[in-house]
């Protein structure tokens, strides 16, 4: 590993937190109410190193397969490292989620989240986790419709025996993100949820301005992802 990738992850990672502590001082926040979410999908070994080394211990992951052989011999080596799935969830993938993340960010459809239920009982982890909600309604884009969403919660939570903790939303990249912001934390305050996952690297200080309490960032922290070969 090059000298450039210690310091660039230091660097980076550096500016990410001083404006995430701006944006908390002028929503009038504490800084510690909002956790930063490193998204090291598709990202070299050599970054990842470096941005560890730097201190950063959250990091989400879009894919179960890769986290798996990221991330699954390191637990030894960083006993504080956090993983969050952030991105869609097969339910035959279901028992590898359980076993490998602390959250699941990403709650979508009842077959999820009966899957989820079960193996969080076999594996005796009960782990938070975030309902996913389409705000902007696209039929491309996983999560359950707003008007949906206090049902689903029901089922989640009721039947299924759950622990939502909070909402988790993606904008349309063609949409200015505040509104969505702002109708996820109505939705989260209508059910009385606390956690928001809301912003990236585009978005996330006025995410935090909004209410977020956990931020997932990537080129921001990493640079560009290479393209796959």
């Not at 011999?73 to 590898?96: M, Y």
Request: proline fraction near 7%; aromatic fraction near 4%; charge should be negative.
């Amino acid at each position: 590993m090059s000298v450039s990738d210690h310091e660039m992850a230091g660097q980076r990672l550096a500016e990410v937190k001083n404006e995430m502590r701006a944006a908390c001082h002028m929503a009038n926040r504490p800084a510690e109410t909002v956790q930063l979410v490193a998204v090291s999908k598709q990202q070299p070994e050599a970054r990842i190193i470096a941005m560890l080394e730097a201190g950063q211990q959250i990091y989400g992951e879009n894919r179960v397969q890769e986290a798996r052989q990221r991330w699954a011999d390191r637990r030894a080596d960083w006993p504080e490292l956090r993983l969050h799935l952030i991105g869609p969830l097969q339910s035959n993938k279901a028992a590898e989620a359980v076993a490998l993340f602390d959250v699941i960010e990403t709650v979508d459809r009842p077959k999820i989240a009966a899957a989820l239920a079960a193996e969080m009982t076999r594996q005796n982890r009960p782990l938070p986790c975030l309902i996913q909600v389409n705000t902007g309604e696209e039929p491309q884009k996983s999560g359950v419709l707003p008007e949906e969403l206090a049902g689903f919660y029901d089922y989640c939570t009721k039947e299924a025996g759950l622990r939502v903790t909070g909402l988790m939303c993606i904008p349309p990249a063609e949409e200015e993100p505040a509104m969505h912001f702002a109708l996820l934390a109505r939705l989260a305050a209508d059910l009385g949820l606390a956690e928001l996952s809301m912003g990236m690297s585009g978005d996330y200080a006025e995410a935090i301005r909004f209410g977020a309490t956990s931020v997932r960032v990537g080129s921001a922290l990493f640079g560009q992802r290479p393209p796959r070969p």
